[in-house]
Every structure is written in C-alpha cells, then in structure tokens.
C-alpha cells in the first residue's frame, strides 16, 4: 500500500462510515495502522499544553462545558491573564517537553482589544521556540489575519458532535456558526484544528457523523482533538452514560483511515483511561496528546506518567515544527 493507494477524500458519507464501524475490531485497527504508517512514523508523538488564559463565566450554553456561567460549577471566574504570566507557564511546558503551546479563552468571541493581549502572549511564546494554538471562540476573517500576522500558528474550534446532535448540547451558537468561523481561519492561512467530543450520550451515526463533517471540509483539519467527555458536577451533561472503551477506540481508527494525513489527538478524558486503553488509541493512529497536569479546568494525567508510559511503549515526543499540509 502507497499513499497514492489512500486517496485524500472529501466526499464521505455516513452509510460507508458505519460500514467501518461495523468492521470486526481486529480488522478495523489493522486497517487503520497500515494507513498511520504510511504518513507518520508510529514511534512518534505530538505533545501540546493547554493553559487557560481567562477562565470561567462564559454567555455560551455549552452543556459539556464547566466554564459556563449557567451552571453551578463552582470554579472562579478569572479575568484575562497578564502576558508576564503566560509566558512563565510556557517557559515551562517548554522545560517538560512540550511542542506546542494552547491558549484557551472562556468567551463567546474575542473583542478587539482581548485580542490586543492574545497577540503578546503568542509572539511571547514563539519567541520561547515553541509552536503557538489559540481556542478563543468565534472569530470574523480579520481577525483571523491578525492572529496569522501575530505568527499564530493553529487555531482551535471543535464542531464537537454531529448537526443533529449539536442542536441537544448548544442553543447560543449553531453549526454554521462553527463552519463559518473555520472558514474564517482557513482563509487567513492559519492551520485548523477542529475535532469533537464523544461519550456525551451521541449515537454511533452522531459519531459517524461529525467524522464526516471533519472529513468533508474543503481541507482536512491539520490536527484533531478525540475529546471524550469529562463528566463536570454541575453540567447539564454530568451523569450521561459513558461509551463503551471500544466504540472509543473505534472512533480514533475511523478519523485516521478518514484523514490520513491529519494529526489525531488523544484529548480529553485520559484521565479515566488505563495505560492499555491509551495503547490501543496509538496503535489506531493517535499521534498526539495534551501534555501537562490540568487541560483547561479540569485533571490531565501527571506529566511523569505520561512520559513513563510514552517510554513503557517505545514512544518518542516531536520537536516543534510548521505542520506538512494536510489533505
Ligand atoms: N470558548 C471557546 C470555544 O468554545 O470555542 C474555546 C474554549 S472551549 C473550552 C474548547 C473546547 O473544549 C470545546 O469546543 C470542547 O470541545 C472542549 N471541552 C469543553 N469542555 C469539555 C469537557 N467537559 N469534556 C471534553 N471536552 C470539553
Ligand atoms: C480540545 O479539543 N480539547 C481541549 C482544547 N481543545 C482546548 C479542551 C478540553 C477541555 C476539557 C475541560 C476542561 O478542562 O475545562
Ligand atoms: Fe464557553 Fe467554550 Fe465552554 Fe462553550 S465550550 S461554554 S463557548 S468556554
């Protein structure tokens, strides 16, 4: 098999797809990690750090989410912050290993002048040699060229489930509203990266579904986040049945054999995950992981147990680099 042999399509639809998930176990990850090698070395791993830069008190409904202000979450609202700080949390993502710093913000979108600070923080951290991600809600076209002008190099906006689905979880922000902003961020050149939740009580054809809307963009996303819920107390979400460890893994192989040559992150949720479960995603074609001890707001694995376990599987962390152009 060639790369020429695996076609980069964007015509998807979600029959075929659950064709895949239907696909004996064995079979479907077999498949998947023949296509894995033959755009990534499967030693490698992408490792990125979250920070959240402004935390909490967020006007979205996100039903997920415990930075929303509608729900009793009990976390403190944080006002944006200073640049001097973000730096020194890079500086040491940097000392950990990481490539690639992420910078959430709780907002809707951005106002100009949040974005003023953004543009600090992120030539700050390019400075320090470190790749640069930013997840700051919607954006409009110019201020996507902004943040490209600033050195930014990817932009974070997850579609998160399938338009069905979405309509369950989020009232203050539709579907088009996503697809508008990646277009917005596309254009500006930046690289996207644009994945979603899973295990938030979607069915197999949701999941079908938001990997066939990822798959169909014009361009595939350069990277995407595999997120599986992190159950919140306090969200309208906490509670909902969690997927089945397998269906997970399934998941995984089908973003890798549906976007070859895109970067899949193990995201969210691998705190619940054992050692076993995270080898089985890797073998499937996870090629990345946020690295550190907090995501945003909630519990990450501990930095030595990720590297001991990166060691336990003959795994091997990339430096910083501009991203190959995906499919
Ligand atoms: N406010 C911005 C936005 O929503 O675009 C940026 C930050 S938001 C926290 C980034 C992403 O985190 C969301 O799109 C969602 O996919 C993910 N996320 C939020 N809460 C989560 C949870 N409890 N479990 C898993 N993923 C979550
Ligand atoms: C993504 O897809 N997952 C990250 C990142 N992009 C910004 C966020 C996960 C957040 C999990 C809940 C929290 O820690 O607040
Ligand atoms: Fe706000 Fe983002 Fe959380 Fe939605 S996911 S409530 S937009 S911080």
């Excluded at 996100?62 to 973000?86: F, H, N």
């Excluded at 309509?167 to 996503?178: F, G, H, L, N, Q």
């Excluded at 996207?192 to 949701?206: A, K, N, Q």
């Amino acid at each position: 098999m060639s790369t020429q042999e695996v076609e980069v399509r964007h015509d998807w639809s979600q029959p075929e797809v659950l064709e895949l998930f239907e696909l004996p176990f064995n079979e479907l990850l077999f498949r998947a990690h023949q296509i894995h090698r033959l755009y990534f070395n499967p030693r490698e791993i992408q490792i990125s750090t979250l920070l959240s830069i402004k935390t909490g008190a967020c006007p979205e409904d996100c039903k997920y989410c415990p930075q929303s202000v509608r729900y009793d979450t009990g976390l403190e609202r944080e006002s944006i912050m200073d640049v001097d700080a973000v730096l020194e949390a890079a500086g040491a993502a940097k000392a950990g290993g990481a490539s690639r710093f992420c910078m959430g913000a709780a907002w809707r979108s951005p106002k100009d002048r949040d974005l003023d600070k953004v543009i600090e923080m992120i030539k700050g951290v390019r400075a320090l040699g470190m790749e640069t991600c930013v997840t700051l809600g919607m954006l409009k076209r110019q201020q996507a060229e902004r943040l490209k002008d600033a050195g930014l190099d990817y932009y974070n906006h997850n579609l998160d489930t399938s338009p069905e689905y979405y309509k369950e979880v989020i009232k203050t922000r539709s579907y088009e509203d996503r697809l508008d902003t990646l277009e917005n961020v596309r254009s500006a050149g930046l690289n996207v990266c644009c994945g979603g939740i899973v295990g938030m009580g979607e069915t197999r054809e949701d999941r079908a579904e938001l990997i066939v809307q990822l798959a169909n963009l014009p361009t595939h996303p350069q990277s995407v986040p595999v997120n599986n819920l992190v159950q919140v107390p306090g969200t309208p979400l906490d509670g909902v049945e969690a997927i089945d460890p397998l269906e997970f893994v399934r998941t995984i192989a089908i973003a890798r054999i549906m976007m070859p040559a895109s970067v899949v992150r193990l995201s969210a949720g691998r705190t619940e995950m054992n050692d076993e479960m995270q080898a089985l995603c890797f073998f499937a074609g996870a090629n990345s992981i946020f690295y550190g001890d907090k995501l945003l707001t909630t519990d990450n694995p501990e930095a030595e147990r990720d590297m001991a376990l990166l060691k336990r599987l003959g795994m091997e962390t990339t430096a910083p680099a501009h991203a190959a152009s995906a499919g």
